[in-house]
């Protein structure tokens, strides 16, 4: 997170970590099996912390500001060069990163949608799958470097406009009162 992938060597991973190259090739194949298995431990992490969100007795507004606040929070770091590294070198990590979004959040997003109109909080005529395909497919985008350089956008400010750009386009007339009573999205 803090250096790039690419830039990372094998040789300078054993020597942060205060071990031999050689002891660790004997739990990774490569550096390839290395990132794949970061990436899983990250899913795997990040969909317990959603988990933990969708237990919680939350509005529907309240639940999506948490996995925004989540989300922000872990993409603080993210330096530039990770999200490129991953695509350009290591694509099959990208891909499993990209299915996280395509299947886990479009499923929490259409569920999150249904809550929403169930409470009144969203418009009714809302078709949460269109919706939420939407919003993964904008979410993904934000990491287009193409789109939006980190170097000139701060990913916390990027999300917090998607997740307000989102709100009030779904948003009830009780859901915009409920939005505006948050001081900060």
């Given at each position: 997170m803090q250096y790039g992938i690419k830039s990372v060597s094998m040789d300078d991973?054993?020597?942060?970590?205060?071990?031999?190259?050689?002891?660790?090739?004997?739990?990774?194949?490569n550096k390839e099996d290395l990132v794949m298995k970061v990436i899983e431990n990250h899913i795997?992490?990040?969909?317990q912390e959603m988990e933990k969100i969708l237990e919680g007795k939350h509005n529907a507004i309240q639940e999506m500001l948490?996995?925004?606040?989540?989300?922000?929070?872990?993409?603080?770091?993210?330096?530039?060069?990770?999200t490129y590294d991953l695509q350009k070198y290591y694509p099959s990590a990208w891909k499993k990163i990209e299915s996280l979004h395509k299947h886990t959040i479009d499923?929490?997003?259409?569920?999150?949608?249904?809550?929403?109109?169930?409470?009144?909080?969203?418009?009714k005529n809302l078709n949460p799958d269109i919706i939420s395909k939407l919003y993964v497919a904008q979410a993904l985008q934000i990491s287009d470097e193409s789109l939006f350089p980190l170097k000139k956008y701060k990913m916390e400010s990027l999300i917090r406009e998607f997740i307000a750009y989102h709100f009030y386009g779904i948003a009830s007339p009780a859901g915009y009162d409920k939005i505006k009573a948050i001081k900060k999205i």
């Open positions: 991973l054993s020597s942060k970590l205060g071990i031999s190259k050689k002891t660790l090739y004997q739990v990774v194949d795997d992490m990040q969909n948490m996995f925004a606040r989540y989300i922000i929070d872990l993409l603080k770091n993210l330096r530039p060069g990770v499923k929490i997003i259409a569920t999150n949608i249904k809550k929403g109109v169930k409470e009144g909080v969203y418009r």
